[in-house]
């Protein structure tokens, strides 16, 4: 592997930033290599001579490793930055006293979430039940989507529920939220 990555590894890596330079960073094209050379060597026993060179086939695995990065990012940006529903519901806890939430909170949030599409309610109760971000591999299996959806939904059902708490009073403040209690 390490003879791979020298004899190939630089004629790879600039084909890699002459393709990917505007949209990856050096940082990113030498994690895509590092990828690439993982997988190399994982499956070395499928390099076939007779359909192409040693480097073309190094090639198209980087470049798929660096395809692979780039839609990572592109799914990072559908999801919602900084996690208003989270932030939202983290400053009615009282992070400072340690409070439980509100009953009141959570009953307009139950009322929030049973108001959204089915596939973004289904989302976010899985995120809740996992208090995290659920699986998205697992959850386009159960809900018969893809992996994209579910990041779109997931993102478009944070964005509803942030909206829909700001409406009946729930607002983030500057650094630490506060709720508006009617």
């Known amino acids: 592997m390490h003879q791979l990555l020298a004899v190939h590894g630089p004629r790879v890596r600039g084909g890699l930033k002459r393709s990917f330079g505007d949209s990856l960073s050096a940082h990113e094209i030498e994690a895509a ?4 050379a993982y997988r190399a060597w994982r499956s070395a026993e499928s390099f076939a001579v007779e359909k192409g060179s040693l480097r073309a086939w190094f090639y198209v695995i980087a470049r798929n490793a660096s395809l692979e990065l780039l839609r990572d990012q592109q799914r990072r940006r559908w999801e919602t930055r900084g996690d208003d529903v989270e932030q939202i519901a983290t400053a009615t806890a009282g992070e400072e006293t340690g409070e439980a939430l509100p009953p009141r909170f959570l009953d307009t949030l139950r009322r929030c979430i049973a108001e ?5 309610r289904r989302i976010i109760e899985a995120d809740l039940r996992t208090g995290d971000v659920a699986d998205a591999t697992e959850l386009a299996r ?4 893809t992996k994209n959806s ?3 939904s997931r993102s478009m059902a944070r964005k509803a529920l942030k ?3 700001l409406e009946h009073g729930y607002v983030p403040g500057e ?6 209690w009617n």
């Open 175 to 180: 650094g630490k939220s506060q709720a508006l």
């Open 150 to 152: 579910i990041y779109v």
């Open 142 to 145: 159960e809900l018969k989507t």
């Open 33 to 36: 290599i590092n990828q690439a």
């Open 116 to 120: 959204l599409p089915r596939l973004q």
């Open 163 to 165: 909206n829909s708490l």
